[in-house]
Structure formats: structure tokens, C-alpha cells
């Protein structure tokens, strides 16, 4: 069974902080994401990546950056943490792009809260 | 135009009814197609793939009409324990394969 993995539950920061979000997959996946969720917004896309040290900007890139230094491990950043920013953080892997029906496995999610 | 929509509901249906839910697709090269649960302050869970030629599992039904650009999720003999939002979930195209276009999923409430 595939395991994502995210390093937190919950998390509660000041505005201005630097924030790490960490996802782990033992699934030797190729392609790795974050989203965030909101009420009545459904899922959006920040980033993704296809390999080790790709990136891609998802629909709202804006305040995120991402790091994928090893093919298991993909992190999120918040440089300056805002207020705008307090949602649910999903982290979700699959197999390679083009692969027929590779579904996204998703981590339990990060609640964040920036006060 | 979004990629995928769908009917946010809510649905709310008594033990025991058939429900289904529709969702529309912008992107006629679309090949991978799925059906996705979340329930309340959880993450997204797979429910089922949708097959081409349309596939059912146990209690649920999915159907895939290209034509038409839309997929359909058909519950039988609704349990309380299927109440949860349904997620409509298409892949992307060319270079973007790998990426999934979520819809703003469908609310079910399943009462006694």
C-alpha cells in the first residue's frame, strides 16, 4: 500500500515566519504535488514535480517555493508566512506522467494556521 | 472555462436510495478518469478508476461517456457510512499528463 507521509498534523506559525511543510512516499513515485484546500474552493495547486529537482507551478505558485532534492521527499516553504495562507496542505504522489491511470495518493494532510 | 465541473450538491438522500452525481470535463484528450471520496477533515481517498467501457463496484457504478465529455458515479442501496463529498478527478494533457483536475467535489448526506 502506498504511504505519503506529512511531517505534521497541525502546525500553528506567527506571520513573517519561514515555514516547512515535509512529505515523504515510500512508493519510488515520479511525480509529487502540494494543494491546498479551502472552503467552498475545492483544491488548488501550488506546485509539482516530475523528478528530482523539477518543479512546476501549479495554479497559485504566489508565496511558495518547493524543494525536491531526492525522489522521496518533496517540501513546501512558505518564505513569509501570512495570514492568508492559514488552510489544509495536501501532499500527493503518483506514478509517472502519461502512465494510464495513475491515481494521486494522498498524505492526511497539514492544518495550518497563521496568526 | 473550468476543467472539471460538477454539481456541489448537497444530496441529501434517506438509507437505502439510488443517487447519482454528474461531472463535465473541458479537455476532450483527457485519458484518465477517477472517482475520489473525502469525508469531513480528511484527506481525498480513491474510490474508483472509470473505465472506458464503464466499471462498478459492489454498491457503485461509473460510466464514462466521451462524447458527451462526462463521467457519472451511481450509488445503490445508499448507506449512512457514504455520506462524504465525491470528488470528480481528470487528467491533463500533452506535456501536463501526469497532473489531475480536481472538480469542487459533490456533497452526500445519507439519513436514516
Known amino acids: 500500500d502506498v504511504k505519503v507521509t506529512q511531517s505534521s498534523r497541525y502546525l500553528v506559525k506567527r506571520t513573517g515566519e519561514k515555514v516547512f511543510l515535509e512529505c515523504v512516499q515510500d512508493?519510488?513515485?515520479?511525480?509529487m504535488f502540494w494543494y491546498r484546500q479551502d472552503p467552498g474552493l475545492g483544491l488548488r495547486l501550488i506546485y509539482f514535480s516530475y523528478d528530482v529537482k523539477m518543479k512546476e507551478k501549479g495554479d497559485i505558485p504566489e508565496g511558495y517555493s518547493v524543494s525536491r532534492e531526492k525522489k522521496e521527499r518533496f517540501s513546501l516553504i512558505l518564505e513569509s508566512a501570512s495570514t492568508n495562507q492559514t488552510s489544509m496542505y495536501l501532499c500527493a504522489s503518483s506514478l509517472l506522467p502519461g502512465t494510464y491511470n495513475s491515481p494521486l495518493h494522498f498524505g492526511n494532510g497539514t492544518r495550518l494556521t497563521v496568526t | 472555462r473550468k476543467e472539471v465541473e460538477q454539481d456541489p450538491g448537497p444530496f441529501n438522500v434517506p438509507e437505502g436510495a439510488t443517487v447519482a452525481f454528474n461531472c463535465t470535463y473541458s479537455?476532450?484528450?483527457?485519458?484518465?478518469f477517477f472517482w475520489y471520496r473525502q469525508d469531513c477533515r480528511k484527506e481525498p481517498k480513491l474510490l474508483m478508476s472509470?473505465?472506458?467501457s464503464g466499471n462498478e463496484d459492489g454498491r457503485f457504478t461509473a460510466q464514462l461517456n466521451r462524447a458527451s465529455q462526462y463521467i457519472s458515479l451511481l450509488i445503490r442501496d445508499s448507506k449512512l457510512s457514504d455520506s462524504a463529498t465525491y470528488l470528480c478527478v481528470v487528467n491533463g494533457r500533452g506535456s501536463t499528463l501526469g497532473r489531475l483536475y480536481f472538480g469542487r467535489g459533490t456533497q452526500l448526506t445519507v439519513w436514516p
Open positions: 479537455n476532450s484528450a483527457s485519458q484518465s
Open positions: 472509470v473505465y472506458s
Open positions: 512508493m519510488d513515485h515520479e511525480n
